[in-house]
């Protein structure tokens, strides 16, 4: 015999599903947030790399550091 009966059950299968549904968006929105943030940082540390790589080398100890 079942610990619930078959027709009370569908109900907590069903919460069961609708929270873990739940938390499966909660996590998708938080990594996309993440992914986003990452994302526009790599973006920024890129365009300072080519604007570093632009400027000419005005202390003669950068361009030993570079080669």
Do not use: H
Request: proline share 6%; glycine share 4%.
């Amino acid at each position: 015999m079942p610990a619930l009966p078959l027709d009370e059950a569908g109900k907590y299968v069903a919460g069961a599903y609708v929270a873990f549904l739940a938390l499966l968006l909660i996590y998708l929105a938080i990594m996309a947030a993440r992914l986003q943030r990452i994302s526009s940082e790599l973006g920024e540390l890129a365009e300072l790399a080519e604007e570093r790589d632009r400027e000419p080398a005005e202390d003669p100890a950068r361009e030993e550091v570079r080669a």
